[in-house]
């Protein structure tokens, strides 16, 4: 599967409607940014990634679209950024390794910038096949963090499956 089929993927998964405001963890290059913010009218997305060399990359594919303000780029760690929202509608990382290591800081970061009905949305397609296993233990790290479950998506995808975790955050 090529990055644009997973990306692709991710983005119709998270159905944005136009007002959505979306939170994107690990945005890389931008792809998912690109498509998302096409969708958006009065809505916007703000997308981090630790690394400024994939910021940079983000930036130049979206330049037209941060003139629009509907896209904001912020270069750190989750647990270490000032956030300019609250209340994103969703939130999602895709391949962000910390949701199976020991993420309770990152979601209470995350459960305390959804709005009460908004969705945690967690991707991952490892670059081999122990995708159920990841999956397991990251719906155990998400429980830990005070999160349901409300939907466990996986997708055959080569060459490799991927996974969807939806969770809500219990209040």
């Not at 979206?62 to 989750?78: F, R």
């Not at 155990?140 to 490799?160: C, D, R, S, Y």
Request: hydrophobic letters at 45%.
């Amino acid at each position: 599967m090529t990055t644009n089929e997973r990306i692709y993927w991710a983005v119709s998964m998270l159905d944005i409607q136009p007002s959505d405001r979306v939170l994107e963890i690990g945005c890389g290059a931008g792809l998912a940014v690109e498509q998302i913010a096409q969708k958006l009218t009065s809505g916007k997305i703000t997308a981090i990634d630790q690394s400024q060399a994939m910021i940079t990359m983000a930036s130049k594919r979206n330049k037209e679209l941060i003139a629009t303000e509907k896209v904001v780029l912020l270069t750190g760690k989750l647990a270490e950024i000032q956030l300019p929202d609250q209340g994103y509608d969703k939130i999602f990382a895709f391949n962000v390794s910390v949701f199976w290591k020991n993420p309770i800081r990152e979601l209470q970061i995350i459960a305390s910038h959804l709005k009460p009905d908004g969705a945690f949305y967690l991707f991952h397609q490892p670059p081999y096949d122990i995708t159920k296993q990841i999956a397991k233990k990251a719906s155990e790290q998400l429980k830990k963090g005070n999160f349901a479950i409300v939907q466990t998506i996986f997708k055959a995808l080569p060459p490799v499956a991927a996974f969807c975790i939806i969770a809500q955050a219990i209040r």
